[in-house]
């Protein structure tokens, strides 16, 4: 990929752009005050606006479940970037390009991280050599094939109306179509946001020779610099969202076949629940609701709501997260409707 970077000169490594630890910091703050805001409120006993309190009960969920996988997930993109041999991953993957992404989307198997802690994940695949849309694939399936998301769906509805099996095969088939729509783009590069488009552009052989530690030291400071505003900011938006919008009003349109699968959709959207714990959530909602319209939630929800957008834009640009969205949407709506015909 050709790169404008200069050359360096002298032998001492340049030091991260102060921008870095000025997001790192409004990340951590930010996440810090929700947290030591909520312990205050609890041990005080002041009481803020019902609507406000609703607020940050909800964020402070949102954060309590994405906040130790997003650390898992950018622990494994170190790895993957820093401790791994050398293309190890794309040596034992098929040529053919969709079987290559078939086995990719698998990968969520050996990696029990949620949607969020995938995003870093991802984007150290993509700095380590996968194309835009093999890393996608994984994206995609990674929080639905994942194995502690499977147990817990199981646990939730077992095999009752076909919702386990349909949110597995569901969610591979939305990686891998949307997957191979994007592989057909004559430029990948360009669904990537600048800055990260420029990071993975970075010429390694003009950067002078660092220990693994330090690497793994920059990597991490790095994508926690990216990902911890944007987790804090959308756990904000979530909580709001979630204070708006009347449930009552969703539970009405649950006995339509049409209807019930746009509430979930909806539904998935602002809740922006953790995918490990998802099924235990929309459990209640299964004696109101047609099963296809809980697989609409379980599919959709892991990998398209307000939470993960607002992460994903670090990586992304809003033109593909807005046809991402709208694939994902489509395609998870007819899941839904394929699934309440068949149930």
Same mark, same amino acid.
């Given at each position: 990929?050709?790169?404008?970077?200069?050359?360096?000169?002298?032998?001492?490594?340049?030091?991260?752009?102060?921008?870095?630890?000025?997001?790192?910091?409004?990340?951590?703050?930010?996440?810090?005050?929700?947290?030591?805001?909520?312990?205050?409120?609890?041990?005080?006993?002041?009481?803020?606006?019902?609507?406000?309190?609703?607020?940050?009960?909800?964020?402070?969920?949102?954060?309590?479940?994405?906040?130790?996988?997003?650390?898992?997930?950018?622990?494994?993109?170190?790895?993957?970037?820093?401790?791994?041999?050398?293309?190890?991953?794309?040596?034992?993957?098929?040529?053919?390009?969709?079987?290559?992404?078939?086995?990719?989307?698998?990968?969520?198997?050996?990696?029990?991280?949620?949607?969020?802690?995938?995003?870093?994940? %991802?984007?150290?695949?993509?700095?380590?050599?996968?194309?835009?849309?093999?890393?996608?694939?994984?994206?995609?399936?990674?929080?639905?094939?994942?194995?502690?998301?499977?147990?817990?769906?199981?646990?939730?509805?077992?095999?009752?109306?076909?919702?386990?099996?349909?949110?597995?095969?569901?969610?591979?088939?939305?990686?891998?179509?949307?997957?191979?729509?994007?592989?057909?783009?004559?430029?990948?590069?360009?669904?990537?946001?600048?800055?990260?488009?420029?990071?993975?552009?970075?010429?390694?052989?003009?950067?002078?020779?660092?220990?693994?530690?330090?690497?793994?030291?920059?990597?991490?400071?790095?994508?926690?610099?990216?990902?911890?505003?944007?987790?804090?900011?959308?756990?904000?938006?979530?909580?709001?969202?979630?204070?708006?919008?009347?449930?009552?009003?969703?539970? %009405?349109?649950?006995?339509?076949?049409?209807?019930?699968?746009?509430?979930?959709?909806?539904?998935?959207?602002?809740?922006?629940?953790?995918?490990?714990?998802?099924?235990?959530?929309?459990?209640?909602?299964?004696?109101?609701?047609?099963?296809?319209?809980?697989?609409?939630?379980?599919?959709?929800?892991?990998?398209?709501?307000?939470?993960?957008?607002?992460?994903?834009?670090?990586?992304?640009?809003?033109?593909?997260?807005?046809?991402?969205?709208?694939?994902?949407?489509?395609?998870?709506?007819?899941?839904?409707?394929?699934?309440?015909?068949?149930?």
């Amino acid at each position: 990929m050709r790169t404008s970077a200069p050359q360096h000169t002298d032998h001492k490594h340049p030091p991260p752009g102060v921008k870095r630890y000025v997001w790192l910091a409004v990340g951590i703050v930010g996440l810090a005050g929700l947290l030591g805001l909520r312990a205050f409120l609890a041990n005080t006993g002041v009481r803020l606006p019902n609507e406000l309190q609703d607020t940050l009960t909800l964020s402070f969920s949102v954060v309590i479940e994405s906040l130790p996988f997003v650390i898992l997930g950018i622990i494994l993109s170190l790895i993957v970037q820093v401790w791994l041999p050398d293309g190890i991953l794309m040596r034992h993957l098929p040529r053919t390009p969709v079987l290559r992404r078939l086995c990719i989307s698998m990968f969520g198997v050996f990696l029990p991280v949620c949607e969020c802690g995938n995003v870093p994940l %991802a984007r150290g695949l993509i700095i380590g050599g996968f194309t835009v849309p093999e890393s996608m694939t994984f994206l995609l399936a990674a929080p639905i094939v994942n194995p502690i998301t499977i147990v817990t769906t199981h646990q939730a509805f077992g095999f009752d109306d076909g919702i386990l099996v349909a949110r597995i095969l569901g969610g591979l088939a939305i990686a891998n179509i949307v997957g191979w729509l994007f592989s057909l783009q004559a430029r990948p590069t360009g669904m990537l946001t600048q800055g990260f488009a420029a990071e993975c552009a970075r010429p390694e052989q003009h950067e002078h020779p660092r220990s693994r530690r330090a690497k793994s030291v920059d990597i991490f400071v790095r994508e926690s610099s990216v990902i911890m505003p944007a987790l804090f900011i959308g756990s904000l938006i979530a909580g709001a969202i979630q204070v708006v919008v009347p449930r009552d009003v969703l539970v %009405a349109l649950g006995s339509n076949p049409l209807w019930s699968i746009l509430a979930m959709l909806l539904l998935a959207f602002v809740i922006a629940v953790c995918s490990s714990v998802d099924a235990f959530f929309i459990l209640p909602f299964a004696s109101t609701f047609l099963p296809g319209s809980i697989v609409t939630f379980l599919v959709f929800g892991p990998i398209i709501d307000v939470k993960m957008l607002a992460i994903l834009r670090t990586t992304f640009t809003t033109r593909v997260l807005v046809q991402l969205t709208v694939l994902v949407g489509l395609i998870s709506a007819l899941l839904g409707l394929v699934v309440n015909y068949v149930a």
